[in-house]
């Protein structure tokens, strides 16, 4: 679509058009970012004020028309799935966008620094999660998940990871990602393997081990195959993490997400 | 390669440099409403000659894509091509060739591909006629492929203007063939007549403004002389429309409001001036019964989609069978599926017909998650069951017809509904096999959490009326290959697939049934059991519901996925 960003949304501070914006985001924009704009399970949290490609009205604009490549943002009107805005209709959403946009500073009250040494420490997240190239590769990449996912989000994956299981792999067409779905298999020689599923379809399946070896698969050469949505992720309670050191750790993500 | 033209199209130079040799020969016969081109220099004898040929027959295989209305009625006949969208009049998507079957399914090979090399979904059903394969593609793409090598003997493309907005894709599902001419219908409205040998344009009519949401994604039904299509726009708050045009002049025939206008029977369904943006389109194809003289279609939902406010009553026709006379476009009855629906339930899927002894019937497995068994000589209902996970009704009225719970509309905050607005099925064909007397169709196991964005009207604009989410607390969303008992509504057995399809059933009479699943696999399973015999990695999901032909007695399958048309075959 040939629409171009002016720099500045001609609707700014219209209470009418930021209406009617959150309609079109409702119907276009909330099935990742949540109804609020306060983030799913797919997109980010868009109250916050930092934004990670860009929170001026040229580049919101700019996001919403041409998406962000290598991420699920779509170019408006690309979803295959709905109807794309008018140039109007995105400055209305970004005027919605904006009343929604908290007024809170972007820092979170946690200790970044300590939530560092958390992520690589005690808490033992690097084990199984990466951060700018440095960690384990059985979880998710947790580089920018920062700046991609809410808080609250972010608190209930580590206090309750299986209630919504990490999504992986995103195939262009394929309308729901995969899963970080726990697997374990028993091969026909009777070698047995645990980790999460990397993609599957009907007949095959592509998994990661604890031990970070990759195992591709004929299901129907399988003696067993046994999928649960129970993550390998151990729950963080109060006593494993306490609040403090869980915002320390979620100040580290937001820190690091940020860069 | 591409080359912008006089008409406002692109061609590509196949079209355009194509020696016209054969063309010459046979053109004035196939093609007598012909104005546009250089009188062709042909003898009366000569053309005496060709006219004989065909008469005698043996000729009907060079005779390419001179399909008359007959031909359509008895497409049983000739198995080796698929003359229209579904297959046949009946809507049935099932092949009667048997050299691929269960003994052999096995060995499928892929035999050739075409790459359209455009993006988004490719939902194409080519048509096969005399050994030439006629398919559209993203963008309103069109192409004539030697169905035997799949090399392309010419390419269209319609130049669309740049603010079209189909709600859902720049997706068109196929053409319709009648005489020497395919019918396409475009995403800004249009329905063009394309020479079959050549791609040229023959005529371009607007059936209406595309600037108000109208566009049409369908592939046209011909019917005796006319080209019958019906448009898509639910989402803008367009008022539906079925319309017939002459094949030979693009002229129109007649027009069928699918919401009525005032004075009409069924305007007293909608509130106020709601029914001007009453929505209804009729975005998917059509069947018809020769022995009735009557199309059934179907249409989608009332606008806004999943909001009923602002607009009381039963909302007619939307989400409704309709049975409609060809020639005058006048109602013959109608069936509604879901009055005055919220949830975004389009009864828009190919209204299949079967007989059943001295039953004459329509089997339709419908979005909203019901299997309906209609008698088709009135629109009475003869039994409605579920095929899929059902939460919106649980409750029938008097006829036995499903009735929305009272609860069940979408909120402000939200409420989970099974099925979810993608529906328990959509458009993607279902298919009826005569052998094992069973009914295929693809189920979506999908609930989603529906609310409401109140808003205005605004012409071109979109009009949803609401939002829907998937239910981020539940088990992933599946989907399945179900096949369904007519006689009991009774599911026989399923494939599961993994995730939820956007892929079509095909069955052939070699026992199989065809589809596809998301994770890009077309898949042969046996029809009796549901057994899979067979499948091959596509690389993309499939968009598309298949379809199968024989040329040099050979018997192909083809499906359409990401942006190739695959065909496989026998080693």
């Known amino acids: 679509m040939a629409l171009r960003a002016q720099d500045k949304n001609p609707f700014a501070g219209d209470a009418k058009a930021a209406k009617l914006g959150e309609s079109q985001f409702r119907a276009n924009c909330a099935f990742c970012h949540g109804l609020g704009a306060r983030g799913g399970g797919r997109g980010p949290d868009l109250s916050r004020a930092q934004k990670r490609h860009g929170n001026s009205d040229a580049e919101l604009f700019r996001t919403i028309n041409e998406g962000v490549p290598g991420t699920a943002m779509p170019p408006n009107g690309a979803t295959q799935q709905g109807v794309g805005m008018t140039e109007e209709e995105i400055w209305q959403v970004i005027s919605y966008i904006r009343s929604v946009q908290a007024k809170a500073p972007a820092q979170m009250v946690g200790n970044a620094a300590h939530g560092k040494e958390l992520f690589y420490g005690s808490a033992a997240c690097s084990t199984c999660h990466m951060i700018q190239g440095k960690g384990g590769r059985l979880g998710p990449d947790l580089s920018t998940t920062g700046s991609a996912r809410s808080t609250d989000y972010l608190v209930e994956s580590v206090r309750s990871p299986s209630r919504r299981l990490a999504q992986g792999i995103s195939e262009a067409m394929k309308e729901f990602s995969q899963e970080y779905e726990t697997v374990t298999v028993v091969t026909a020689e009777g070698t047995k393997f645990m980790g999460v599923v990397m993609n599957e379809d009907h007949f095959t399946l592509q998994m990661m081990d604890t031990r970070e070896q990759l195992h591709l698969f004929d299901k129907s050469k399988l003696r067993s195959l046994e999928k649960s949505r129970e993550s390998l992720m151990p729950a963080y309670d109060q006593k494993t993490l306490s609040d403090k050191d869980l915002q320390d750790v979620l100040a580290y993500l937001l820190a690091v997400g940020a860069q | ?571």
């Open chain 2, 1 to 571: 390669m591409m080359s912008r033209t006089m008409d406002g199209t692109v061609k590509s130079r196949f079209s355009a440099q194509k020696p016209r040799g054969e063309e010459a020969v046979l053109a004035p016969q196939l093609r007598p409403e012909r104005k546009n081109r250089a009188s062709i220099g042909m003898t009366r004898p000569l053309f005496a000659a060709v006219v004989f040929l065909a008469l005698v027959g043996g000729a009907a295989t060079s005779l390419h894509a001179q399909v008359a209305p007959q031909r359509l009625v008895d497409s049983a006949k000739e198995p080796q091509n698929w003359l229209m969208y579904s297959g046949d009049y009946a809507g049935r998507r099932f092949s009667a060739l048997e050299q691929i079957n269960i003994s052999n399914a096995a060995m499928l090979v892929p035999k050739w591909a075409y790459q359209t090399m455009a993006g988004g979904k490719f939902e194409t059903t080519p048509l096969v006629v005399d050994g030439i394969l006629y398919g559209t593609g993203q963008d309103n793409r069109a192409f004539a492929l030697d169905a035997r090598s799949g090399r392309p003997i010419w390419q269209y493309q319609r130049a669309l203007p740049a603010d079209i907005r189909p709600c859902c894709g720049r997706v068109n599902r196929g053409l319709a063939i009648l005489g020497d001419k395919v019918f396409l219908g475009t995403l800004d409205a249009h329905v063009i007549a394309l020479d079959a040998k050549t791609g040229s344009v023959v005529w371009d009519v607007t059936t209406v403004d595309y600037s108000k949401g109208y566009s049409i994604t369908l592939a046209p039904l011909a019917i005796k002389n006319l080209v019958i299509i019906g448009v898509s726009g639910g989402e803008y708050g367009i008022r539906g429309f079925i319309d017939a045009y002459d094949a030979a002049t693009g002229e129109r025939k007649w027009r069928f409001y699918t919401v009525p206008g005032p004075g009409e029977p069924g305007h007293e369904t909608w509130e106020g001036d709601s029914w001007k943006i009453g929505g209804a389109p009729a975005w998917i194809t059509g069947t018809y019964d020769p022995a009735t003289n009557t199309t059934f279609w179907t249409t989608g939902n009332p606008s806004p989609s999943n909001r009923g406010e602002g607009r009381a009553g039963d909302n007619l026709y939307s989400n409704s069978l309709l049975a409609l006379e060809p020639e005058t476009g006048k109602l013959k009855w109608y069936f509604q599926f879901s009055k005055h629906d919220d949830h975004d339930y389009d009864a828009t899927q190919v209204p299949v017909m079967v007989d059943q002894g001295d039953r004459r019937l329509i089997l339709q497995a419908n979005r909203n998650g019901f299997f309906y068994l209609i008698d088709r000589t009135n629109g009475k209902l003869v039994f409605a069951d579920p095929f899929a996970r059902v939460t919106w009704s649980d409750s029938k009225d008097a006829n036995g017809v499903p009735i929305a719970r009272k609860d069940a509309s979408p909120t402000l905050e939200g409420n989970r509904v099974c099925p979810g607005a993608a529906g328990a099925t959509n458009w993607m064909s279902p298919t009826y096999d005569p052998q094992t007397q069973l009914f295929y169709v693809t189920a979506r196991e999908q609930c989603d959490i529906f609310s409401t964005a109140p808003q205005a009207y605004e012409a071109g604009h979109a009009y949803y009326g609401s939002a829907y989410f998937p239910n981020d607390d539940a088990a992933p969303f599946t989907g399945a290959l179900r096949a369904i008992d007519p006689n009991t509504g009774k599911m026989k057995w399923e494939w599961k697939h993994p995730s939820p399809t956007w892929s079509g059933v095909l069955s052939t009479a070699g026992g199989l049934v065809f589809t596809g699943d998301a994770e890009g696999n077309f898949i042969a399973v046996e029809a009796a059991s549901g057994k899979a015999l067979w499948h091959f990695q596509c690389g993309a999901s499939v968009y598309s519901s298949p379809m199968s032909f024989a040329i040099d007695g050979k018997q192909y399958v083809a499906v359409a996925a990401g942006s190739a048309l695959l065909t496989f075959g026998l080693p």
